[in-house]
């Protein structure tokens, strides 16, 4: 049942766990340690280097289903990658290995069901772990270069999400078996029920886990993405027009560069070629290097470079 309380930073961080206990976990993942008295959400945040706005989003998100994360550029990118990160270690180190000791003790091993049991969990278990790592080397390391500002073009989010299927017809399978193999002893009945409970908790810890990525982190990572794109556009364009700079300047002969100063000077070619007594045939030569060179083709990009370049005064340029 839905708790339908909206937190707030000056909210007190024992009442989001006095009215929502499996938030236990996620203040673990969130780098959160328990001892926090009677400080606030913003303030416990604060002491832990955790973005309160970003903590938030999550807690009312998995414990109200509330959220509209496409446009939410507020959120932390570093804060969701350490959440989501430290959930991984949790779940592949701890929780899937302890799930299985409790089977195992729950469990005839010499029989031939109890047996399917637990090969049904260790594939179950193979295929989250599977899924796990693949975000671990694939979609995290390329979040981290987005961060970093050197993105890998050969990877996108949507590619992610294209293959982030869900991994729980394996443990609906084995749900069923256990309901239907529950021992009639009262000791291994009572085992086999709270490893029942644990497996259904975990699904439900999983289902929101899952949810948090597709809502709140792939659209986040999204908004990198666009302005990384936006950020290339401006670079490439800048390239375009300012391409060389001082180095590419030194390239240019003392030709070029008087060439270069009449053609922003408003000069057309013939007028270039009786000004440095040359022919039109060799003001065209040039004009062809200059654009090799330095990738601009334009007079507009020209003058902006002879400007940037102090080849020209601004106000010798005829605009």
Not at 81 to 108: K, V
Not at 183 to 197: I, R, W
Not at 212 to 232: G, K, L, N, Y
Not at 235 to 243: A, E, L, Q
Request: aromatic share 8%; charged share 25%.
């Amino acid at each position: 049942m839905k708790n339908l309380k909206m937190y707030e930073p000056d909210d007190k961080m024992i009442s989001l766990i006095r009215d929502n206990y499996d938030l236990l976990q996620s203040l673990g993942s969130f780098g959160i340690s328990l001892g926090f008295g009677d400080k606030t959400v913003k303030e416990t945040c604060d002491d832990n280097g955790v973005d309160t706005y970003t903590f938030l989003a999550v807690v009312n998100f998995t414990t109200n289903g509330h959220g509209e994360f496409e446009d939410d550029d507020k959120l932390s990118v570093p804060t969701l990658l350490h959440y989501l990160e430290a959930c991984h270690a949790y779940f592949l180190d701890f929780q899937l290995p302890y799930i299985r000791r409790e089977l195992q003790e729950s469990l005839n091993e010499h029989d031939s069901l109890g047996n399917l049991i637990l090969r049904f969990y260790d594939e179950y278990a193979h295929e989250i772990r599977r899924h796990m790592r693949y975000e671990q080397k694939t979609l995290f390391p390329y979040v981290q270069s987005l961060l970093d500002g050197h993105p890998n073009s050969d990877y996108n989010v949507d590619t992610f999400s294209k293959h982030h299927s869900a991994t729980d017809k394996k443990l609906r399978e084995l749900k069923l078996l256990i309901i239907k193999y529950l021992p009639q002893d009262g000791l291994h009945n009572n085992q086999l029920t709270a490893t029942l409970h644990d497996i259904y908790e975990n699904e439900v810890w999983l289902r929101q886990h899952a949810m948090v990525e597709d809502c709140i982190f792939v659209p986040a990572i999204r908004r990198m993405e666009q302005v990384a794109r936006q950020s290339d556009v401006t670079r490439n364009i800048s390239d375009m027009v300012f391409k060389g700079g001082t180095q590419n300047s030194e390239q240019l002969s003392d030709r070029e560069r008087d060439v270069i100063i009449a053609l922003v000077q408003g000069m057309a070619n013939k007028e270039i070629a009786d000004h440095l007594c040359i022919s039109v045939n060799t003001v065209i030569t040039h004009r062809r290097n200059i654009a090799r060179k330095l990738q601009i083709h334009s007079p507009a990009g020209l003058t902006i470079y002879a400007i940037v370049n102090n080849l020209v005064d601004i106000s010798a340029v005829k605009l």
